[in-house]
């Protein structure tokens, strides 16, 4: 059974840090595009970045461009998303999500996904 379970996180002051993480079981990350989606309290989800099966090719919503970055171990089948500089805007349910097979940039959307974690919430404030 395929699962992914995010964590880290939590409520931290405008400008300060949080480095979430994916965790994925069932299934090897290392033939799955991968990414970050992000759902603020009615809004639409959003995606925030994106990373390549390979980890070579990396794309960023551009209010986080700067701010956030995507990365992923393979050995240890997770996903980070490490976020800097947070603002009060940041703050969403964040997920990360998994397309397996071909996954060109076009598919980098949560229509294109075929794995979704449940979520950890991320709180800033100002």
């Known amino acids: 059974q395929v699962q992914l379970v995010e964590s880290g996180g939590g409520s931290v002051q405008a400008g300060g840090s949080l480095r979430l993480s994916c965790a994925a079981s069932?299934?090897?990350?290392?033939?799955?595009?991968m990414g970050w989606f992000r759902q603020a309290p009615g809004k639409e989800r959003d995606m925030v970045a994106f990373?390549?099966?390979?980890?070579?090719?990396?794309t960023y919503d551009d209010s986080v461009k700067g701010r956030f970055s995507i990365s992923r171990d393979n050995a240890k089948n997770t996903l980070y998303l490490q976020m800097n500089s947070l603002k009060p805007e940041d703050t969403a349910m964040y997920f990360c999500?998994?397309?397996?097979?071909?996954?060109?940039?076009?598919?980098?959307?949560?229509?294109?996904?075929?794995?979704w974690g449940k979520g950890t919430l991320v709180t800033i404030s100002s």
């Open positions: 999500a998994a397309r397996g097979g071909y996954c060109p940039r076009s598919y980098y959307g949560m229509d294109y996904m075929d794995y």
């Open positions: 069932g299934y090897s990350i290392s033939s799955y595009c």
């Open positions: 990373i390549s099966t390979s980890g070579v090719y990396t």
